[in-house]
């Protein structure tokens, strides 16, 4: 990464600044505080294991993820430039705010908050799979970000200390996670008053073909599909307000503001 000015902390070091207290040892690897140590990641189905192969990571950003998005958002869906401004819009972004960007991936979108920060702010993304990670430490490296660092963690989990963020993406991940009802506890939990979250996840159709469709997809790839309701009431239920859902395809766009 491009050379930090004199007297400015790293972006790995604010980061670890904001671990909360009695998290693992965030030992430096490959570019990333990485927080889950040598072995396999847990994973919750084959979609999952996906995103922990050496294969995904390298085709992700350009095939895998708009191919993917096209399909579950529609033909008149947003596409990826779309998705980015959205989350920009949905999380308010201003310089000097501090942003995570969770199941990070590759980081293109913890790239594109970290232009909407600025050098005063600090875009972190999180994600568990080392190749992911490996693939975003590289491409953030190449485009001479001094205001990014990611952090390999478990994403339900969040090991950060209570409000140490003013917004919270997770696009595009909820819907893989063994407990999504718990992450957004977490969320809620590391967002200050007034934090912003934005997310992109799973919703069901309306007709019952689709629907059987939708229990075969749970099923078989470990993916969960929300009710159309689900997501916006647990996060009233967690202290949000201001609640904004936009239905495309078998996907939901969903911001709101902590109160």
């Not at 967002?191 to 629907?211: C, E, F, N, W």
Request: hydrophobic share 45%; glycine share 12%.
């Amino acid at each position: 990464m491009a050379a930090r000015a004199a007297g400015r902390p790293s972006a790995l070091d604010r980061t670890r600044a904001l671990l909360e207290p009695g998290a693992p040892e965030a030992a430096s690897h490959r570019g990333y505080l990485d927080l889950i140590g040598p072995g396999p990641a847990r994973s919750t189905g084959p979609a999952q294991d996906l995103m922990l192969s050496g294969i995904v990571p390298r085709i992700y950003e350009r095939w895998w993820r708009p191919a993917l998005g096209r399909v579950a958002k529609g033909a008149l869906g947003p596409g990826m430039a779309d998705e980015r401004r959205i989350a920009r819009l949905l999380l308010g972004l201003t310089p000097g705010d501090t942003v995570l960007d969770l199941a990070c991936g590759t980081g293109a979108f913890t790239r594109d908050f970290a232009r909407a920060v600025g050098r005063d702010g600090l875009a972190v993304g999180i994600d568990v799979s080392e190749t992911m990670l490996a693939r975003a430490t590289a491409q953030t490296a190449n485009a001479g970000f001094e205001q990014v660092a990611y952090v390999r963690g478990d994403a339900q989990e969040l090991p950060f200390a209570d409000g140490s963020f003013d917004a919270v993406c997770c696009f595009a991940a909820l819907h893989l996670f063994a407990d999504p009802f718990r992450a957004l506890d977490r969320i809620a939990a590391v967002l200050g008053d007034g934090g912003r979250v934005a997310i992109l996840t799973s919703v069901r159709g309306r007709s019952t073909a689709l629907r059987s469709w939708e229990s075969l997809l749970e099923a078989r790839s470990g993916m969960r599909m929300f009710e159309r309701r689900e997501i916006v009431d647990a996060l009233e239920e967690r202290g949000f307000g201001d609640v904004r859902q936009r239905l495309t395809g078998v996907t939901q766009f969903v911001g709101a503001r902590l109160a």
